[in-house]
């Protein structure tokens, strides 16, 4: 395997950052996963137009143009002869001795990393899976795509626990954010889909940008709203959704089962949409 580490292709077992970079003292940075699919990156320009905001919103300079990035990309890709696979990039504040304020004069590191395999077996999403609720207590700006991804790790350490897919997070109000590592949706007694509006509290999928597309295509109706965990957990259909997981069925939430505890005609039919989407438009 291959890495990309500073300007630099070098062998996976080889790749190294400095102890100072500011990536590992302070998670001082931020991170993009771009599925691959029969060897394309998909939702390319989304991909990159997230990352580019995030480093804005953080004030960390582009380390290089976005076609730079992406040829860079691409041929990490490549030496990986990844076919179906994810790319993880990875950009920090850079390498400077320990001190909080942002250093002068620093060039931020980039890391890209390639692995094989993308989505999950077939078999569980057609069984669909199952979530725990865990409390939300992240920042304030959760639509940042950063590495300081703490809070999301134990929640998901919880879900893997409780032999649970995602662990679906909730506010001190009892409305839903999203999932540890996806989006989260629900789809009402009378078919529309819901999910949370972009803001600060979640971070905008790609996917879910993409959902909401294709859902539009099929003339479903799409409600941009917050939900509370009552209403999900009695909702005709429940999914998540992620560059990894695309669309995925959820069949139960913590004790209560959704539905029928199959997955659901609407999420099952979005799903195959996504697969359309991802055979037909996943390039160049
Ligand atoms: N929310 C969170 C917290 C995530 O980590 C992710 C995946 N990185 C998502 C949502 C889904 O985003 P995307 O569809 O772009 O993968």
New binding site residues.
Partial sequence: RIAYVNGQYVLHRDAAVHIEDRGYQFSDGIYE?TAIYKGRPVDNDGHWDRLERSLRELRIDMPMTRGGLDLVAREVVRRNRVRNGIIYIQITRGVSPRNHPFPKDTPPSIVMTARHGLGSKPEVAAKGVSLISHPDIRWGRRDI?TVSLLP?VLAKQAAYEQHAYEAILVGPDGMVS??????AWIVTKDGALVTRPLSND??G????KRLIDLADAEGLRVEERSFSLDEAKAAREVFV???SSFAMPVVRIDDSVIGNGHPGSIVTNLRARYFDFLESASGP
């Fill in positions: 996963v795509k999301n999203e999932c540890s590592s996806s989006n979640i971070l999928g790609i996917t879910r959704s992620s560059t």
